[in-house]
């Protein structure tokens, strides 16, 4: 990612910014109620269609204080940082804290990105099989998977080797998967699939569905786990000891309940160029204090699965949304204008 990538968008960016601060000479002729009115933002999120929710709910209370917003931009995560933080886009608004901090830090961290609040908290990750050949073969541990007898029951390719969904190249999840299979030693026993997700994830429920054994790697808060249940249809399955990738290589990865699934809770945060944060303190403010909760995203992410996936379908579920919670959103944005007001 470098200047060039982004010409235009970073052309529009610093007018916006520009364009602020010469509305700054006229507070007198100003809208209270917005603040951002004459300024462009650019919202951003990864390939997976179900952000498109959460960012949409930022987008639409940016548009009530004002601000002209964009249609969305699509880039992975490594990408989308670095866009941030040069500022070619304004907001991403799933950073995955602590997954993403490597991201995070080679963007330029806290100098060039604004990252206060927790926009949806407690997202789990991790590795999942079917309850049925769980229990009937009493898998728990990822790391039973050096057993070649254990990997080939999840074998469908007939190579041998235990066929894992795994994690689109990107997103930050890959690595930690690529990580695991080193350290525990698993390389000659699981084939780690990538691509796209949904096709993965498809093929995986397919399978389920015709009674085969499956192994997958997935999140929460998503539809996943709402069509393949934990404790009902499928079971996480620990790791034999907390291990990850870069600066999180010392983290004990352990649950408050002496869960180990090898990956840390993470929280779903929003993150800003720290310029135009610092320009427009109402929509900091409203960055550091929206909340969606894991259950409501899951919700949504359901009802795209079955087949309420279009644009008007999501900006539908967000009115929804917003409607629902009018109180705690207008809330918001009067926290947002007394922001802007001081």
């Known amino acids: 990612m470098t200047q060039a990538v982004f010409p235009r968008l970073r052309g529009r960016l610093a007018a916006v910014l520009g364009l602020c601060a010469a509305l700054g000479a006229g507070p007198a002729l100003a809208d209270a109620t917005k603040p951002g009115a004459g300024v462009t933002v650019i919202p951003l999120k990864s390939s997976i269609a179900e952000e498109t929710f959460q960012t949409l709910l930022v987008s639409k209370a940016l548009e009530e204080l004002g601000y002209t917003v964009e249609p969305i931009k699509e880039l992975e995560y490594a990408a989308a940082h670095v866009a941030i933080a040069n500022g070619d886009g304004t907001f991403l608004a799933d950073h995955w804290d602590p997954l993403h901090i490597d991201f995070f830090n080679a963007a ?147 649950l408050p309940d002496g869960s180990n699934y090898g990956f840390q809770a993470n929280d779903q945060r929003i993150i800003a160029n720290r310029a135009f944060a610092e320009a427009h303190p109402d929509a900091a403010t409203l960055f550091s204090i929206m909340q969606v909760s894991a259950n409501d995203i899951s919700a949504e992410n359901l009802r795209m699965r079955d087949g309420e996936n279009s644009e008007k379908d999501i900006a539908r579920h967000a009115d929804a949304w917003i409607a629902a919670h009018r109180d705690t959103w207008n809330g918001w944005l009067a926290k947002a204008r007394a922001a802007a007001a001081q």
């Not at 309850?131 to 390719?157: R, S, V």
């Not at 709402?226 to 010392?250: E, I, M, Q, Y």
Request: glycine share 12%.
């Open 108 to 254: 330029g961290g806290d100098a060039k990105i604004f990252r206060q609040g927790v926009y949806s908290p407690g997202a789990l990750q991790g590795y999942l099989i079917d309850k049925k050949t769980a229990e009937k073969y009493n898998i728990t541990n990822l790391g039973q998977f050096k057993d070649p007898k254990i990997a080939a029951l999840f074998d469908h390719d007939g190579d041998g080797k235990a066929d894992l969904a795994g994690c689109t190249p990107g997103w930050g999840c890959e690595k930690v998967i690529e990580h695991h299979l080193g350290v525990y030693g698993l390389r000659d026993t699981i084939t780690h699939n990538q691509g796209s997700y949904s096709a993965l994830i498809a093929d995986t429920i397919t399978r389920y569905k015709q009674g085969e054994p499956i192994f997958y790697y997935t999140w929460t808060p998503y539809w996943v786990s709402g069509v393949l249940v934990p404790g009902k249809d499928v079971t996480w399955l620990n790791v034999p000891f907390s291990s990850l990738p870069g600066a999180r290589k010392d983290v004990n990865t352990a």
